[in-house]
């Protein structure tokens, strides 16, 4: 018995009559005739009376009609459900972001998803790129989008869709280094509680590079988390500074530094290289395409209005 049986029957019980039954299933007469006695052999018992041109469902047909509709029914569900699957429209999606992205992508990739894909699970976990990174090779990640210059360089990791966004010392807008109207040494900054995220070893080589030895993170920072956003709160209701991206500060204003810090924050897509994708990653690196050019589009526009 297979499933092409069972539909052949429910359809043929449908519309009771054999002419109409093989032309809706694009089958000769004889080959649904085959297929229904070959059923009827299986199950052990006439599913049809024949009635001259007509048929009708003997009681052991009606019972057995019931049960088929259901398998049918069943199989079709589970042909869409696949389809859906390949396409990404459902399933579960398991998102990492690190600290930067998390402030910048959470609450945008959850609105995308509740609008665009309302049944597809999104799941998003936040934390710090070594644990996102342990998390994704164990298998309970599909993705992260993380601060790529903290992530080791290894064979098991793909890194795509990389994007830039400035990233420099902010402070509120009437933060007295803010109000100064003139560029700002690192002693100055250093006079202010300055929080930030953990820094990758190239960020702080940067920054040891243009201010000296006094800007190394593990003594210029003082307030220290993972969470971006908690940090930016933090300067938003005192005066300290916040070491971070531009973008994930709104309300916050960028010192302007001598010498120029000049820096960027480095964000990308990074995957297992020899994990198969889930089908819905497709439509978060569509996504992700599309905010990256957002993000870097609205930095260039605010580098042209700038005096």
Do not use: C
């Not at 990492?96 to 959850?110: E, H, V």
């Not at 609008?115 to 993705?143: C, F, M, W, Y």
């Amino acid at each position: 018995m297979t499933l092409v049986q069972l539909r052949h029957f429910v359809v043929l019980a449908e519309l009771g009559a054999f002419v109409q039954a093989s032309k809706a299933l694009y089958l000769t007469q004889p080959a649904l005739t085959r297929s229904i006695q070959g059923l009827e052999d299986e199950l052990g018992g006439r599913l049809f009376d024949r009635l001259g041109r007509r048929i009708a469902l003997t009681p052991f047909g009606q019972e057995v009609l019931q049960r088929a509709r259901r398998l049918v029914a069943d199989a079709e569900a589970l042909k869409q459900t696949g389809k859906g699957l390949h396409a990404g429209l459902i399933g579960t999606l398991r998102i990492g972001l690190s600290s930067g992205p998390g402030a910048l992508l959470s609450t945008p990739l959850m609105l995308h998803m509740a609008e665009r894909h309302p049944k597809l699970q999104l799941q998003i976990s936040r934390g710090n790129t070594s644990v996102l990174v342990g998390e994704l090779r164990e298998q309970h990640l599909d993705a992260a989008v993380l601060d790529v210059r903290s992530v080791r360089p290894s064979a098991d990791l793909e890194i795509a869709q990389v994007f830039e966004l400035d990233a420099g010392f902010l402070v509120r807008p009437d933060h007295p280094l803010a109000r100064r109207g003139a560029p700002v040494g690192i002693a100055d900054v250093l006079a202010y509680p300055v929080a930030s995220t953990p820094l990758s070893d190239e960020v702080a080589r940067i920054l040891i590079g243009r201010f000296g030895p006094q800007a190394n993170p593990d003594d210029m920072v003082t307030l220290r988390s993972d969470e971006t956003l908690s940090l930016v709160e933090a300067a938003r209701q005192s005066q300290a500074i916040v070491l971070t991206v531009n973008a994930a500060a709104p309300g916050l204003v960028p010192l302007t530094m001598s010498p120029a810090l000049d820096a960027t924050a480095r964000f990308g897509l990074v995957t297992l290289s020899r994990r198969q994708e889930a089908p819905a990653l497709r439509i978060l690196r569509e996504w992700l395409t599309d905010q990256a050019s957002s993000l870097t589009g609205t930095q260039l526009q605010n580098r042209l209005r700038s005096p």
